[in-house]
Structures are given as structure tokens and as C-alpha cells.
Nanobody, 121 residues
Framework: QVQLVESGGGLVQPGGSLRLSCAAS????????MGWYRQAPGKQRELVAC???????NYADSVKGRFTISRDNAKNTVYLQMNSLKPEDTAVYYC???????????????WGQGTQVAVSS
């Protein structure tokens, strides 16, 4: 019913930048919060940043000042600009969206397939 498609991952040197995008499509009535999570090998999935439909933003302490989340509500798309990347930012990054499907009242969580970000010299 709802699909999230991510793009923008890749390999970058320490100090470099990447921009992730995630577009939601399908039977969307409305989207509440959208966000980015990441999971490094051997670690639990953790919140990186999230943004509500009204524009309120929350960042993990580890990325504050380096990452910027934004969204285009007209395009149902969320972005993550990642600057000053560090090796410890290496992980699979997942997009998440809280979506109310058309003609329904329940809000469900949807996830993208994940995109690999590798920071290495």
C-alpha cells in the first residue's frame, strides 16, 4: 500500500558529505513524522533524526551540528544532508514514515529497504 524508496548512499572519505533521499508513494492519506535510522554491524538500530509534519526536528546527539534533516510535504519526501562524516557514521540507513493510509484512520510505521553509507579512507 505504501512504499518508501531511499537513495543517495555510498562510499565517502572522512570529512566528506552525502545526501540521502526517501520518497514515499502509494495510498497515502497523510504522513506524520518522517525520520532516518541507522544500524551498524553488531549494533541495534538507532534514531538519527526525525521531523514532524509541522517541522519539529529531533537529532541524535552524535550527529547534531553535522546532519540536517528536511522534508518536502508536497513530494512526501524526506532528506538527510550529512556533512563532516566520520567512520563511526558507517551503517545501513533506513527511512521511516508514520503514514495514515487512504480511507483508514490507523497510522502505521513504514520502512525503506535501507541504503549503505560507508565512511572510510
Amino acid at each position: 500500500q505504501v512504499q518508501l524508496v531511499e537513495s543517495g548512499g555510498g562510499l565517502v572519505q572522512p570529512g566528506g558529505s552525502l545526501r540521502l533521499s526517501c520518497a514515499a508513494s502509494g495510498s497515502i492519506g497523510s504522513i506524520n513524522a518522517m525520520g532516518w535510522y541507522r544500524q551498524a554491524p553488531g549494533k541495534q538500530r538507532e534514531l538519527v533524526a526525525c521531523i514532524t509534519s509541522g517541522g519539529s526536528i529531533n537529532y541524535a546527539d552524535s550527529v547534531k551540528g553535522r546532519f540536517t534533516i528536511s522534508r518536502d510535504n508536497a513530494k512526501n519526501t524526506v532528506y538527510l544532508q550529512m556533512n563532516s562524516l566520520k567512520p563511526e557514521d558507517t551503517a545501513v540507513y533506513y527511512c521511516n514514515a508514520e503514514v495514515r493510509v487512504l480511507w483508514k484512520t490507523i497510522i502505521n510505521d513504514y520502512w525503506g529497504q535501507g541504503t549503505q553509507v560507508a565512511v572510510s579512507s
